[in-house]
C-alpha cells in the first residue's frame, strides 16, 4: 500500500492531490489561472508562475485535509518536473524538494506527459477501478503542448510513435478562437460556439503527412480557417493586411465555422489512430487517451466510435483528469515507488520530455 502526494504546477493549473495505490484519489484539488490569463489570450509565464507562488501551499493543506491524512501519513512526494514552464515547474519542484526533506520520505519526478496516459485509471474513493494498462495498448495524449500517439507497454513504458510537426491540436484549438473572435481558453470556447454549428458547411482541410507518417499536422487547418475567416492578405507596406475580421461573422456562420473547423482537428487525429491500428502487427486491445483536449465531447464521441468499430477497450479520464492535475503525478509514481526507483532532492525542473522519441522505461 501506498499513499504519495502530487504536486503539479508545469502550466497555469496549481494542483495537489493524495492518492493511495496508485489508483484511489484521495484528495485533490485544482486552482486555475485561467481568469489570470484571459486579456491576454494565452499563458503569460511570468504570471504563471507568480499565481503559483501564492496558491500552492493552500491548495496543498486543502488537498491533504480532503484526503484524511497528515503529512507525517505520506509514503512519497511526486512532482510533476517535465515538461512545461521553467519557472512554473520550479515552483512545483522546490515545493516537492522542501516536503520530501522534512518529511523524510522518497521524492519522485514525473513527466506530466505521461502521467496523462495514466489519468484513465484514477477513481474517486472505492470506485471500482480498471485493470492497469497491459501490453500492446495504443496511447494518444492531445492538450495545448502535445499531440502524440504511443506504443504503450504498461504505466513506465511508453514509445513515441507519432506526434505533431507543427501546433499541438490544443493550441490549434487556441488559433482557432482567436481567428473566430471567441474567448479564452480557445478549446471551451470552440466546442461551445461549435455545438450550433453545421460540420458539413465548409471543407476544411484534413492533414495526413503521406500514406506512411504517424505525425500530426494542424498549421495548414489552422491557415485555412484563417482565410475563410478573413480572406487573403494583401502586402501593404510590408505587412499583411486581411479584407475582414471575426466581427463581420454572423452568429450562425461563426458556428458552421467553428463546427467544421472541429470535425477537421478531430479527424486529424481518428484518422491517425486507425492508420497505427493498421499498421499494428501483433495488434492493440486497448486504447488510452489523455490531455485536456480529452475533455471535448466531440472528440470523446468519435474516439468511443473509433473503438467500438475496432472492438477496443477505451480508458479516457474523467472530466476533471483530462487538465493537468496532480491526482495522474502521485497515480503514476506509485508504480516508480513500488519499483524503489526514486530521485535524489537535487531532482530538476526541466522544459523538455523524457525520452523523446525512444521507449522510455522509467
Known sequence: MSVILG?????????????????????????????????????????????????????????????????????????????????????GVSAAQALAWSLGVPLIGIDHVQ??????????????????????????????????????????????????????????????????????????????????????????????????????????????????????????????????SSQDLGEQERADLAASFQRAAVHAVTKKIERALDRSAAGYGRLVAGGGVTANRYLRGELASVAERRDLELMIPKMIYCVDNAAMIAGLAHHRFVAGDVDGLDLAAMSTPSGAGKRKKA
Open 7 to 91: 504536486i503539479e504546477s508545469s502550466c497555469d493549473e496549481t494542483s495537489a492531490a493524495v492518492v493511495r495505490d496508485g489508483r484511489v484519489v484521495l484528495g485533490h484539488v485544482v486552482a486555475s489561472q485561467h481568469e489570470l490569463h484571459a486579456e491576454y489570450g494565452g499563458v503569460v509565464p511570468e504570471i504563471a508562475s507568480r499565481a503559483h507562488l501564492e496558491r500552492l501551499l493552500p491548495v496543498l493543506r486543502q488537498a491533504v485535509g480532503e484526503a484524511g491524512v497528515g503529512f507525517e501519513d505520506l509514503d512519497a512526494v511526486a512532482v510533476g518536473n517535465r515538461p512545461g514552464l521553467i519557472g512554473s515547474l520550479l515552483v
Open 115 to 244: 502521467a496523462h496516459l495514466y489519468a484513465g485509471h484514477l477513481v474517486d474513493g472505492e470506485e471500482p477501478a480498471a485493470e492497469v494498462m497491459a501490453e500492446r495498448t495504443l496511447g494518444l495524449v492531445v492538450s495545448g503542448g502535445h499531440t502524440s500517439l504511443y506504443d504503450v507497454g504498461g504505466p513506465l513504458d511508453a514509445e513515441v510513435i507519432g506526434r505533431t510537426i507543427d501546433d499541438a491540436i490544443g493550441e490549434a484549438y487556441d488559433k482557432a478562437a482567436v481567428i473566430l473572435g471567441l474567448g479564452f481558453p480557445g478549446g471551451p470556447a470552440v466546442e461551445r460556439c461549435a455545438a450550433g454549428g453545421d460540420a458539413d458547411r465548409y471543407a476544411l482541410p484534413v492533414s495526413m503527412l503521406g500514406r506512411e507518417s504517424l505525425d500530426f499536422s494542424f498549421s495548414g487547418l489552422k491557415t485555412a480557417l484563417l482565410y475563410l475567416v478573413r480572406g487573403r492578405p494583401k502586402t501593404v507596406a510590408g505587412k499583411p493586411v486581411f479584407e475582414r
